[in-house]
């Protein structure tokens, strides 16, 4: 019998996980079903306790991720830290294990796909939600020089720097209140969804700057074009960090690391086939 995955989300219909999970499982030659299961609001608990009955492991998507958390018996450190969960996994002993490969996923899509050194580097942040939340350790373990943090409340930055500082050297301030240049800019806000830009300074830009945005869509996002505008070394989206969260959390389910390059690019050309057609 085949081995129990899914994501749990609402809305789910948009979800490019069981795409992902399946073809990882056909390259690693894992006999698994992964599905994608819309969840009431406030029904977490009792659809992750129906899933586990016979289920082995479950990605978790907006809005459910601290639910994930509450839900879990045990933690990785970056989950602790984050406060918020997308992997679940079914420990022999019927525990729930959480993880949150968000960050990990970023991290990798950023230097090994694309080359970009974080070690050393001047690092902007752009928003201090849970998404920022749950990328700074693993940014922080790439041992930057200096990681600032940026958002319209001077305070949830300034609080969120606070909560990471023990581990590397971090500030938080206002979007108008960044000073200087930057080697690497992630916006970790949800502006491009809605077409809008972060109001940052031109300045922080410099002809060697790469600028990633964690949101991704067919076309450039409005902070990417805003960035190639300024001539920027290069500037990436959030589809690479996707399918790299995925890979993390199947190889913490079935051990085996999958190839996600061919997985970008597939989905990359889904997405501009939708877009031509």
Known sequence: ???????????????????IHSTFAEQTEQ???????????????????????????LNVTVPFKEDAWQYADTYSSRALRAGAVNTLIKKEDGSVHADNTDGIGMVRDITVNNGCEIKGKRVLVLGAGGAVRGILEPVL????????????????????????????????????????QFD??????????????????????HLETTCY??????????????????????????????VEQAAESFEKWRGVRPESKPVINSIRESLLLVKTA
């Not at 319209?152 to 209140?177: M, P, W």
Request: aromatic share 8%; charged share 20%.
């Open 31 to 57: 006999d698994l079903i992964y599905s994608a299961i819309l969840v009431p609001l406030e029904k977490f608990k009792e659809e992750a306790d129906s899933f586990f009955r016979n289920g082995r492991g």
């Open 1 to 19: 019998m085949s081995d129990l995955y899914a994501v749990m989300g609402n809305p789910i219909n948009h979800s490019k996980s069981p795409q």
């Open 141 to 180: 373990e790439e041992k930057p020089r200096e990681v600032v943090i940026a958002n319209r409340t001077v305070s949830k930055a300034q609080a969120l720097a606070e909560d990471f500082s023990d581990i590397g050297e971090i500030s938080g301030c206002g979007f108008e209140q960044v000073e200087g």
């Open 213 to 242: 945005d964690m949101m991704y869509s067919a076309e450039p996002t409005v902070f990417n074009q805003w960035a190639a505008g300024l001539n920027a070394a290069a500037t990436l989206d959030g589809l690479g960090m996707l």
């Open 184 to 205: 690497l800019i992630i916006n970790g806000t949800s502006a491009s969804l809605s077409g809008e830009l972060p109001p940052v300074p031109e300045s922080v830009i």
